[in-house]
């Protein structure tokens, strides 16, 4: 029985971003690793509106060919029309996802110690115990592995993370590509009650073509007739369409014995904007290193995993993370006339002007303790969260936890 079981030291689930990106960053370290994917291609099918802000470049040595366009300015359009337009030193990218999730897997793919395995499905983990030592077993759709630590990487749905009792909460996602007359310049994030848990986006790839997107938890399918009604869009002139999940929520307990997750798996993802490649590409570095401690150590319990990531992710995108969260749960409530209000005190010229030094996509932390201190901004939160008793536990909620 034990010939017919491949020993690794690590087995990571899933080939996408997280998990190429770790991979990268462990291919020199001669730990044996094992990749699952259950795609035949890597990058595809492809489910990302490549909007990423300049943080990337901080963190990987980005190739230029990657990178399509560049956005100078951020249009946001409240429910009935009316729009504000921000622009500050931020210039996000517009990236070629496929070619990024592909950038890391050319990298290792021929190394002695790295395997990818295409096309094979994680099905299954058990605990074992050998010579004292715990281990695991994991059962994909085509082999048996031993390893050591199990990296889940698998996304909004993820296996490994249901195998340890995490279950996300996801919203559904829609968009093309079609060709249009829009500002090669400019993002746009259209908000409504409707799909109040995201927005509608138009991100301009270049050459004419821009990506339309939303992502919802409901009605997807109505909601996005409607919002290509609004951009006055013909459906049937789209290039492609592409689907996909965004998970939904606070960041995931990350760490488990010999186990740790990465990525959407562990909701890495800004709830403001469903943008998860930041998150990601930061906290796969704390996991690379919490790993070479692992082996160095011998070590691989929970207590190990949580000293060298789950704490250092939590210190960092962990808070930034759930300052995205309260965001979003006071968006959620917004009616028309409150976007209505905020758009009008945002329009403000101090406003404009604060957003455009302290505004960051990524880490709001900043930015939020600015607006705070705002003579009109403190008061319109004050009267909104009394308005709704409900949204104010909740927030309490979300803070003390
Ligand atoms: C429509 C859409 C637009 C987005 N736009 C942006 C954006 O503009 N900017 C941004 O920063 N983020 C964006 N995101 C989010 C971003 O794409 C994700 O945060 C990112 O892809 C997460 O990478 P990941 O590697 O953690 O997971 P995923 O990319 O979800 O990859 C998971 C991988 O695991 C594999 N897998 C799953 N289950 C198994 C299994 N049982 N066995 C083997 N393999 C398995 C999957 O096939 C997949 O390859 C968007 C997401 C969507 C859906």
């Given at each position: 029985?034990?010939?017919?079981?491949?020993?690794?030291?690590?087995?990571?689930?899933?080939?996408?971003?997280?998990?190429?990106?770790?991979?990268?960053?462990?291919?020199?370290?001669?730990?044996?690793?094992?990749?699952?994917?259950?795609?035949?291609?890597?990058?595809?099918?492809?489910?990302?509106?490549?909007?990423?802000?300049?943080?990337?470049?901080?963190?990987?040595?980005?190739?230029?060919?990657?990178?399509?366009?560049?956005?100078?300015?951020?249009?946001?359009?409240?429910?009935?029309?009316?729009?504000?337009?921000?622009?500050?030193?931020?210039?996000?990218?517009?990236?070629?996802?496929?070619?990024?999730?592909?950038?890391?897997?050319?990298?290792?793919?021929?190394?002695?110690?790295?395997?990818?395995?295409?096309?094979?499905?994680?099905?299954?983990?058990?605990?074992?115990?050998?010579?004292?030592?715990?281990?695991?077993?994991?059962?994909?759709?085509?082999?048996?592995?031993?390893?050591?630590?199990?990296?889940?990487?698998?996304?909004?749905?993820?296996?490994?993370?249901?195998?340890?009792?995490?279950?996300?909460?996801?919203?559904?996602a829609i968009q093309i590509?079609?060709?249009?007359?829009?500002?090669?310049?400019?993002?746009?994030?259209?908000?409504?009650?409707?799909?109040?848990?995201?927005?509608g986006w138009i991100v301009?790839?270049?050459?004419?073509?821009?990506?339309?997107?939303?992502?919802?938890?409901?009605?997807?399918?109505?909601?996005?007739?409607?919002?290509?009604?609004?951009?006055?869009?013909?459906?049937?002139?789209?290039?492609?369409?592409?689907?996909?999940?965004?998970?939904?929520?606070?960041?995931?307990?990350?760490?488990?014995?010999?186990?740790?997750?990465?990525?959407?798996?562990?909701?890495?993802?800004?709830?403001?904007?469903?943008?998860?490649?930041?998150?990601?590409?930061?906290?796969?570095?704390?996991?690379?290193?919490?790993?070479?401690?692992?082996?160095?150590?011998?070590?691989?319990?929970?207590?190990?995993?949580?000293?060298?990531?789950?704490?250092?992710?939590?210190?960092?995108?962990?808070?930034?993370?759930?300052?995205?969260?309260?965001?979003?749960?006071?968006?959620?409530?917004?009616?028309?006339?409150?976007?209505?209000?905020?758009?009008?005190?945002?329009?403000?010229?101090?406003?404009?002007?604060?957003?455009?030094?302290?505004?960051?996509?990524?880490?709001?932390?900043?930015?939020?303790?600015?607006?705070?201190?705002?003579?009109?901004?403190?008061?319109?939160?004050?009267?909104?969260?009394?308005?709704?008793?409900?949204?104010?536990?909740?927030?309490?909620?979300?803070?003390?936890?």
């Amino acid at each position: 029985m034990d010939r017919n079981i491949e020993k690794f030291d690590i087995c990571i689930v899933g080939a996408s971003l997280a998990g190429n990106y770790l991979c990268y960053l462990l291919s020199n370290t001669n730990l044996k690793i094992a990749v699952i994917e259950e795609h035949k291609e890597i990058g595809l099918p492809l489910q990302c509106a490549g909007i990423v802000s300049q943080k990337l470049v901080k963190i990987i040595n980005l190739p230029k060919e990657i990178v399509l366009n560049r956005v100078k300015v951020a249009k946001i359009v409240a429910p009935k029309g009316k729009f504000i337009k921000l622009s500050g030193v931020e210039e996000p990218y517009i990236i070629d996802r496929i070619a990024l999730d592909r950038l890391f897997h050319e990298m290792v793919k021929n190394k002695k110690n790295i395997h990818y395995f295409l096309g094979e499905k994680f099905k299954t983990v058990e605990y074992i115990k050998e010579s004292g030592e715990k281990l695991l077993v994991i059962e994909t759709s085509k082999r048996v592995l031993k390893v050591k630590m199990l990296i889940g990487c698998d996304g909004p749905l993820s296996s490994v993370a249901k195998s340890f009792g995490i279950t996300n909460k996801i919203l559904y996602a829609i968009q093309i590509r079609i060709s249009g007359k829009f500002d090669e310049d400019e993002a746009a994030m259209y908000f409504n009650p409707r799909w109040k848990e995201l927005f509608g986006w138009i991100v301009p790839e270049g050459n004419g073509v821009v990506r339309v997107g939303m992502a919802c938890s409901q009605n997807l399918t109505k909601n996005f007739q409607y919002f290509i009604k609004q951009l006055e869009l013909d459906f049937e002139k789209k290039i492609e369409q592409q689907g996909g999940l965004i998970p939904y929520g606070m960041m995931n307990k990350l760490a488990f014995n010999n186990v740790l997750l990465l990525g959407d798996s562990a909701c890495q993802v800004k709830t403001t904007t469903g943008g998860g490649i930041i998150m990601l590409l930061t906290a796969a570095n704390y996991a690379a290193n919490c790993i070479q401690k692992c082996f160095i150590n011998g070590n691989f319990s929970r207590g190990i995993i949580k000293k060298y990531y789950e704490t250092p992710c939590i210190s960092t995108i962990g808070k930034e993370l759930k300052i995205h969260y309260l965001i979003r749960t006071f968006l959620e409530k917004f009616s028309n006339n409150d976007y209505e209000t905020i758009f009008q005190i945002i329009k403000t010229s101090k406003i404009n002007n604060l957003i455009t030094i302290y505004g960051d996509m990524d880490f709001p932390k900043a930015i939020i303790f600015k607006l705070l201190k705002n003579p009109l901004v403190f008061p319109f939160l004050i009267k909104f969260t009394l308005k709704y008793p409900n949204i104010f536990i909740k927030l309490l909620k979300i803070l003390i936890k």
